[in-house]
């Protein structure tokens, strides 16, 4: 079993950068795959990025490759998300989901490979 917490989110300015946390419990948190999601008012939950168990293999969706970056410190229990150049479309809830496969070299893209999920935080940039 894994909780998931959230943190970092906020009301921003376009242009502007934030970066995202997902605290994770358990001693089991450095053998999952890590991925962050995010919903909008009336839209599905949508990938977003995702990283493997090490760290070595991440995946992105294409709308954002080059302006989010995830990265975890397994030390810490913690993924993150660094969101630069925010646009107003980026406004969503923004969750972080942990895949339980150990180990897995693939990062998965779909909302149903996750069995974990935080309760969210919310991104707002105003234009």
């Known amino acids: 079993q894994v909780q998931l917490v959230e943190s970092g989110g906020g009301l921003v300015q376009a242009g502007d950068s934030l970066r995202l946390s997902c605290a994770a419990s358990g001693r089991t948190f450095s053998t999952y795959t890590m991925g962050w999601f995010r919903q909008a008012p009336g839209k599905d939950r949508a990938f977003i990025a995702g990283?493997?168990?090490?760290?070595?293999?991440?995946a992105y969706a294409d709308s954002m490759k080059g302006r989010f970056t995830i990265s975890r410190d397994n030390a810490k229990n913690t993924v993150y998300l660094q969101m630069n150049t925010l646009k107003p479309e980026d406004t969503a809830v923004y969750y972080c989901g942990a895949d339980s496969r150990p180990l897995a070299s693939i990062v998965r893209r779909t909302v149903g490979a996750y069995d974990y999920w935080g309760q969210g935080t919310q991104v707002t940039v105003s234009s």
């Open positions: 990283i493997s168990w090490g760290g070595g293999v991440t």
